[in-house]
Nanobody, 130 residues
Framework: QVQLVESGGGLVQAGGSLRLSCAASGRTFKSYTMGWFRQAPGKERDFVAVITWSDGGAAYADSVKGRFTISKDNAKNTMYLQMNSLEAEDTAVYYC???????????????????????WGQGTQVTVSS
């Protein structure tokens, strides 16, 4: 089992910034990826970004490219999502997720990640006021 705990959500004005954190604990794996997904009211859970823990390779949803940056701290087993130039459309509950195994390809995370990730955090609310 892997436990994931998100933090850092909150209320911010449009154009502002927030940084989300996801602390992982529990079972260890040789190769895995971690990512961020978000779910707005009445909508499906959507892929935001993913990072490969071994080499830091990352992929992003088109809607956040250039504004969000995913990163990790191996020593702390913590993943981050730096969100800049926030827009009202970014309002959602943000979830941290873990997938055992190697890199599945950015398309897999976009299309299948919402049901295919192995472990999920409890979510943290991000609200952007316009």
């Amino acid at each position: 089992q892997v436990q994931l705990v998100e933090s850092g959500g909150g209320l911010v004005q449009a154009g502002g910034s927030l940084r989300l954190s996801c602390a992982a604990s529990g079972r260890t794996f040789k190769s895995y990826t971690m990512g961020w997904f978000r779910q707005a009211p009445g909508k499906e859970r959507d892929f935001v970004a993913v990072i490969t823990w071994s080499d830091g390779g990352a992929a992003y949803a088109d809607s956040v490219k250039g504004r969000f940056t995913i990163s990790k701290d191996n020593a702390k087993n913590t993943m981050y999502l730096q969100m800049n130039s926030l827009e009202a459309e970014d309002t959602a509950v943000y979830y941290c997720a873990f997938k055992n195994g190697g890199w599945y390809g950015s398309r897999w995370y976009q299309d299948r990640g919402r049901s295919g990730m192995d472990y999920w955090g409890q979510g943290t609310q991000v609200t952007v006021s316009s």
